[in-house]
T-cell receptor, first 116, second 113 residues
Framework: DSGVTQTPKHLITATGQRVTLRCSPRSGDLSVYWYQQSLDQGLQFLIQYYNGEERAKGNILERFSAQQFPDLHSELNLSSLELGDSALYFC???????????????FGPGTRLTVL | QQPVQSPQAVILREGEDAVINCSSSKALYSVHWYRQKHGEAPVFLMILLKGGEQKGHEKISASFNEKKQQSSLYLTASQLSYSGTYFCGTEWAGGTSYGKLTFGQGTILTVHP
């Protein structure tokens, strides 16, 4: 158990819908990272937040957005869902100072999203 | 750019050794190694930092060749529990990456009794 929690574990929804994935980082960790894992794209970085602020962006679609709240939990919002959005979505956290370089990232159990 | 891992898959008997490689075309600050079992979260194994520092698992060793931008993960005396997919995640040395990791495509390791 990494100490990172994610809810829900599974999510099944229809195309065009909107969903929210939630992540609570390990106690004391200030940075939260979101990753998407699909069979064809592998494990891809989406976005990072540090202490409530967006720090780095990866291959995140405009239909996706995220935020980190004052209590440091984070939410990833996916809208206008398409079949291709079906994937495992992982959240990771790290202690991280401002630079966050070389920090260990601990992954949560993931949310499996299925879009029908 | 995604780092390249080799081999794509390895099959071992318990007790055998394996080496998994990760190569990048970009200058790296760090290489992170993870193991993932099917449907589960990636589990942290080790970080290798530019300059030689290492942090991680006691029973797994790894190297980082800064000149070649290549890292190798050494699995010795393999156990059944070593089975899974191994990923390297690389952190670019340039600019402000803020910990963003770019992952390789994975190496599937299967250990048989």
């Amino acid at each position: 158990d990494s100490g990172v929690t994610q809810t829900p574990k599974h999510l099944i929804t229809a195309t065009g819908q909107r969903v929210t994935l939630r992540c609570s980082p390990r106690s004391g960790d200030l940075s939260v990272y979101w990753y998407q894992q699909s069979l064809d794209q592998g494990l891809q970085f989406l976005i990072q937040y540090y202490n409530g602020e967006e720090r780095a962006k990866g291959n995140i679609l405009e239909r996706f957005s995220a935020q980190q709240f004052p209590d440091l939990h984070s939410e990833l919002n996916l809208s206008s869902l398409e079949l291709g959005d079906s994937a495992l979505y992982f959240c990771a956290s790290s202690v991280s100072g401002l630079a966050a370089r070389g920090d260990t990232q601990y992954f949560g159990p993931g949310t499996r999203l299925t879009v029908l | 750019q995604q780092p390249v891992q080799s081999p794509q898959a390895v099959i071992l008997r318990e007790g055998e050794d394996a080496v998994i490689n990760c190569s990048s075309s970009k200058a790296l600050y760090s290489v992170h190694w993870y193991r993932q079992k099917h449907g589960e979260a990636p589990v942290f194994l080790m970080i290798l930092l530019k300059g030689g520092e290492q942090k991680g698992h006691e029973k797994i060793s790894a190297s980082f060749n800064e000149k070649k931008q290549q890292s190798s993960l050494y699995l010795t005396a393999s156990q059944l529990s070593y089975s899974g997919t191994y990923f390297c995640g690389t952190e670019w040395a340039g600019g402000t990456s803020y910990g963003k990791l770019t992952f390789g495509q994975g190496t599937i390791l299967t250990v048989h009794p």
